[in-house]
């Protein structure tokens, strides 16, 4: 019996020393994690929620940019982030919560340990048409962002291509960006902006401090994969991404959150996307 006593005590001693080993190096991986996410939208054909996330843990993603609640409910939504342990970095919100259930979001937010709103996307109706339309547009987010970080919370809005129209020099997000104030910031979509004939890691300079991510996606040659809208995976496009990663770290970029707006294999755009960022975040 003292034998057999000795022998367990010897293996749970090495099985302590084991996990000791091991643990610090799971939290120096966890701790030296490079600021990378996806936006759940390119998920949103792959099946359920449940299987959504298994992908993202295939694909070694760890951080999410959530399509508002993710059609569930907030306390649901934490019980699968756990799951998977998978953290949410920023949601995206459309306007017309943001206009009549703000305190609501916020709450739903925070539940999920969320802090960032993004205000995702504006309907064609919802579109000024002048200066002065953007202007009034831009003071609208500068309240909500006023409110959010009021609530230990911030804001961002997120652009596409319409938003680099021109009106007397100034582009509709700078427009924007400028009456909202300093608690506004910018959610860049790089492959938008090239799609408006705007240069990114040129547009990322006037950003400087007010940057609080990129969405990571590429433009295909102009004619092919029309099935993808025309979009590709990160690094095999044509955006010059030698130029926009220096530009977005240089402009304060705090994430790089990967995106496609039609994959035809959405596992396939995260997996080898997450490989290309980590790659090039690494070695700048």
Avoid at 16 to 26: C, E, H, V, Y
Avoid at 83 to 111: F, M, N, W, Y
Avoid at 220 to 239: H, Q, R
């Amino acid at each position: 019996m003292n034998s057999i006593l000795s022998m367990t005590c010897q293996s749970l001693s090495v099985a302590a020393l084991a996990f000791s080993l091991i643990t610090p190096a799971f939290a120096a991986d966890k701790a030296n994690a490079l600021p990378i996410g996806a936006q759940m939208y390119t998920l949103r054909d792959a099946g359920t929620l449940d299987e959504q996330l298994s992908i993202l843990n295939r694909a070694g993603v760890s951080n999410i940019e959530t399509v508002d609640m993710q059609k569930t409910t907030a306390d649901d939504l934490k019980a699968l982030l756990a799951k998977h342990d998978i953290k949410v970095i920023s949601s995206h919100v459309p306007l017309a919560r943001l206009r009549g259930e703000l305190d609501t979001v916020i709450a739903e937010q925070k539940t999920v340990g969320n802090s960032v709103i993004v205000m995702p996307y504006l309907l064609p109706e919802q579109r000024p048409t002048d200066a002065k339309g953007w202007e009034a547009f831009g003071k609208e987010l500068g309240g909500y962002a006023d409110k959010l970080k009021a609530n230990g919370m911030s804001m961002a809005y997120h652009n596409h291509d319409f938003e680099m129209a021109e009106f007397d020099g100034k582009t509709a997000l700078e427009l924007i960006m400028a009456a909202a104030g300093p608690n506004l910031m910018s959610e860049l979509d790089v492959a938008w902006v090239a799609r408006s004939g705007h240069d990114p890691a040129k547009f990322l300079g006037h950003l400087d401090g007010r940057l609080f991510a990129i969405h990571a996606k590429d433009n295909a040659p102009v004619g092919t994969a029309e099935k993808e809208k025309g979009f590709a995976i990160i690094g095999t496009g044509v955006l010059d991404w030698a130029t926009i990663l220096p530009a977005a770290k240089k402009a304060g970029a705090k994430w790089y959150i990967l995106e496609h707006d039609m994959p035809l294999n959405a596992e396939d755009v995260l997996t080898r996307g997450n490989a290309y960022l980590k790659d090039k975040l690494t070695a700048s």
